[in-house]
C-alpha cells in the first residue's frame, strides 16, 4: 500500500535520540518529512538515534533549520499544527489536510508559553486521563499523523 498524503514533522529542539530515531523510521513509513529545529539534545552519530531509526534513514527527507521562525517564513500559506498537554483542542476534532505541520516541542519541557499562547487556536492535544504528564513522544507523532493520514484517505 502506498500513503499518497505527505505531512510534516516538526521536532524542536529534540533531546532523547531513540524517540527520534523512531519518528524516523514514523517517516520513512507514512511518507512524512522530518524537521528537527534548534539544537539537539544528542550528537547525530548517536548510535542509540542509528540503532532506532535502524536502514530508514535514507528514505526520509530530513532537514534541519536554526528556528521555528525560520522554518515557518519558508511555508507561510501552510497550516501548523503545535501539540501540547495545555489545550483543550483535541486533535481529532480538526480536518487536517495534506501538507500541514505538526509541531513536537522538547520531551522534557514540551514548547514555550509563548509560542502556545501565541498560536492558541492551532494548539491541539491528545486526550490522556487526568494526573497524567503526558505520551511518549514518538507515539505521540505516530498518533497525530495517522489520524491525519485516515482522514486524508
Keep these: 500500500m502506498k500513503i499518497k498524503s505527505s505531512f510534516n514533522i516538526v521536532l524542536v529542539e529534540p533531546e532523547i535520540p531513540q524517540n527520534t530515531g523512531n519518528i524516523v523510521r514514523l517517516c520513512a513509513c507514512t511518507n512524512s518529512k522530518l524537521f528537527l529545529i534548534g539544537k539537539l539534545g544528542f550528537s547525530v552519530d548517536s548510535r542509540h538515534l542509528k540503532r532506532a531509526g535502524l536502514d530508514y534513514w535514507d528514505s526520509v527527507d530530513i ?17 501548523f499544527y503545535y501539540l501540547t498537554t495545555k489545550s483543550k483542542n483535541v486533535y481529532t476534532e480538526r480536518n487536517f489536510t495534506n ?9 522534557t519541557r514540551g514548547l514555550d508559553e509563548e509560542l502556545l499562547k501565541k498560536n492558541s487556536a492551532m494548539a491541539i492535544t491528545i486526550p490522556m486521563n487526568e494526573g497524567q504528564r503526558s505520551l511518549n513522544l514518538s507515539n505521540s507523532v505516530a498518533i497525530v499523523v495517522y489520524e491525519a493520514i485516515r482522514q486524508n484517505g
Design 63 to 79: 532537514k534541519r533549520i536554526p528556528t521555528l521562525e525560520e522554518l515557518q517564513s519558508q511555508y507561510p500559506d501552510k497550516n
Design 99 to 107: 501538507g500541514d505541520f505538526f509541531v513536537f516541542g522538547p520531551e
